[in-house]
């Protein structure tokens, strides 16, 4: 399992509304960081819900976004096995957006079931 292996932090930010996340991560064996960004680049596309930047960016670039992550490239570290990823979110504007999704999901599955 992950026990001992995984630690986080969450921090509001100066912006009312955004926060960081922060995921340290004791990998199995040393990943490349190339690689590591690549992968969450990867799966930003395909995912509406995670957004990727390698921009230096600052809590106010957030506000507003839709996306309940955004993989901030220039923040991943990997140290031997240690791994550090961290992610932005606009902590009031995702949130609302993920409510619109479940409301809009529900009145699909209640129109199809009639």
């Not at 932005?88 to 999704?101: K, M, T």
Request: include cysteine.
């Amino acid at each position: 399992g992950l026990e001992g292996r995984l630690d986080g932090n969450a921090y509001r930010v100066p912006v009312r509304t955004v926060s960081i996340a922060e995921v340290v991560a004791l990998a199995q064996r040393r990943p490349e960081l190339d690689a590591l960004k690549e992968a969450f680049k990867e799966a930003a596309g395909k995912s509406p819900y995670l957004g990727y930047t390698e921009e230096e960016l600052v809590s106010s670039d957030l506000v507003g976004n839709e996306h309940s992550c955004v993989f901030d490239a220039s923040l991943a570290m990997v140290k031997g096995r240690l791994v550090k990823v961290a992610g932005w979110y606009d902590n009031e504007w995702a949130y609302a957006c993920r409510v619109a999704d479940l409301v809009a999901h529900i009145a699909e599955r209640q129109s199809r079931e009639g």
